[in-house]
């Protein structure tokens, strides 16, 4: 059973959709496992001023990946790469067992993007 | 009793689309068991006239689904419901005999597939015998299995995710020629399609009470006369020795009454349902990007099963329920060991469109109306999630 906070995220997801223009992005997931995820940044002076990402999963793949990228907007990069999933899953009060490689995901996929902006930034 | 009316109506608003799951009791069953609970609570066993009274009321139930069913009373066996049933039936014929190969075919319930898997584990030797894409089992693969050392073999009579319906009669006939036990899971099909045990020629069936408006935690085996069998549960001997425990009187009455209800209009009731089930095909076909799992016609009455590319299921069931609808899907997100239902892997669907299955079940609950509200709020949900997704269409 999902926490009252998971229902509530997966109800009223936040940042879902893409960015146009974007200065990173990190896709993670395969469809094997269910769950695919692609998080769109837009940074500037070293910060993230704006996070999207596309969800192809369940109730808390949905509610992680809406919950973990709040956590990260206005933060620093090196801030956003701390971010851990235990972070994310107290955040909604906890997830069951089985659904916590749905937060894992969620922090990986945001991490992937921001090894992706600075790779890009080393050429 | 008196909120029965009362907490129905309540329940209506939601609309309910889950009936291969379990259903709602049927008020006059309740009635009957009530009856029972409070008036003939005494033990079948028992010598004094509460025992007997009892287990008078036990033997017309008996009568009753064996009639119902075609079968003879003794044949009848009753168990705690379907998984007893389908243990029962595979345990007891396997630890039994000589010959040690057992034939199930790929899409069987849990209880059939997590049973053979054990079997296995313990030395038999068991083949899961393949279905093609629209769910049928392929019987002429099935027949090549079959060798001098083929004890048993097990196929559902109609399958609960997809509703495929499969060829019992046909295989019954190979098995009677070849000499083979056959044991089929009727779970799904009883009260929905005419059933006539001894016509049908199977050795051993499984029969579950909740399925048709009947209570939890009861149901039967059916053995035909004849065919030897051992025990899964030992203890005081009740059943002919075949199942020990104190007699769910209540349950084995509530059972026969469900039978006997859905008996009455049976064809009328599935040909309305089937007409409802039509109108759900039709139209969630209009969904870009949708299928139908299972075949077009071969297919239990009130059963839908869809797969949406790009959503997952356990977020549309989810959506749904907030709609009020309440289904169930096959994706790997809703179960327990994460896996895609091993029903939409064995009929080969791809697992992206596994993810976003979503069955409907109906009942004789739901109306018209429901159903067009159902139809309403689908395509919206089903954008909703699209939209949301990172696999695009």
Redesign the interface.
């Known amino acids: 059973m999902y926490s009252k906070k998971v229902m509530e995220e ?2 009223n ?1 936040k940042n ?2 893409k960015i146009e223009d974007p200065d990173a992005v990190g ?1 993670v997931g395969n ?8 998080v769109y940044l837009k940074i500037k002076d070293n910060k993230i001023i704006d996070v999207k990402v ?6 808390s ?2 509610a992680t990946s809406s919950k973990a990228t709040e956590m990260v907007k206005g933060k620093t990069l090196e801030d956003a790469m701390k971010l851990t999933e235990k972070e994310v899953a107290d955040e909604l009060d906890g997830l069951p067992p ?1 659904k916590f490689h749905c937060s894992v995901l969620a922090v990986k996929g945001i991490k992937k993007a921001i090894e992706n902006y600075r790779e890009k930034q080393k050429k | 009793m008196q909120n029965y009316e009362e907490r129905k109506c309540m329940q209506l608003k939601k609309i309910y689309l889950d009936n291969a799951a379990t259903t709602q009791v049927d008020e006059r069953v309740l009635e009957e068991m009530q009856r029972v609970f409070l008036e003939n609570y005494g033990n079948a066993s028992s010598l004094h006239s509460f025992g007997q009274n009892a287990l008078e009321e036990m033997e017309k139930s008996r009568e009753k689904i064996a009639r119902i069913l075609g079968a003879k009373p003794k044949e009848i066996y009753f168990t705690s419901g379907g998984t007893e049933s389908n243990n029962a039936a595979i345990k007891g014929i396997m630890n039994l005999n000589e010959k040690n190969k057992l034939i199930v075919s790929s899409i069987e319930h849990p209880s059939i597939i997590k049973t053979a898997e054990y079997l296995k584990e313990k030395g038999k030797k068991v083949f899961f015998a393949q279905v093609n894409e629209k769910g049928i089992i392929k019987i002429d693969e099935l027949e090549k299995q079959i060798d001098s050392n083929t004890s048993l073999i097990s196929v559902m009579h109609s399958n609960n995710e997809i509703g495929s319906i499969q060829p019992i009669k046909e295989i019954a006939e190979m098995c009677e020629t070849k000499k083979v036990l056959f044991h089929s899971d009727i779970v799904q099909s009883t009260a929905k399609i005419k059933i006539d045990l001894n016509k049908l020629n199977l050795n051993l069936a499984s029969v579950s009470g909740h399925k048709f408006y009947g209570p939890k935690g009861v149901g039967l085996l059916f053995v035909k006369e004849g065919t030897k069998i051992e025990p899964l549960i030992h203890g005081g001997g009740q059943e002919k020795k075949i199942r020990s425990g104190t007699e769910n009187i209540p349950g084995i009455v509530g059972l026969a009454k469900a039978l006997e209800l859905t008996e009455e209009n049976r064809e009328q009731e599935m040909n309305r349902q089937e007409k409802l089930r039509d109108k759900l095909i039709k139209g969630l076909n209009e969904i870009k990007k949708s299928k139908l799992n299972g075949h077009e016609t071969k297919r239990l009455a009130n059963n839908v099963n869809f797969s949406f590319f790009g959503v997952e299921g356990e977020a549309l069931i989810t959506l749904l329920d907030f709609e009020g609808i309440q289904a169930s899907t096959g994706s790997a997100c809703s179960s327990k060991n994460l896996k895609i239902s091993h029903v939409l892997e064995a009929i080969g669907l791809d697992h992206i469109w596994a993810h976003g299955s979503l069955r409907l079940s109906l009942g004789k609950n739901n109306t018209e109306k429901e159903i067009d509200y159902t139809l309403e709020k689908i395509p919206l949900v089903v954008e909703k999630l699209r939209k949301m997704s990172s696999v695009k269409i």
Not at chain 1, 54 to 59: H, I, L, N, R, S
């Open positions: 997966f109800k997801p879902i959709g896709e469809p094997i496992c269910g769950d695919m995820m692609k596309e969800t192809f999963g369940c109730v793949a949905i089985i």
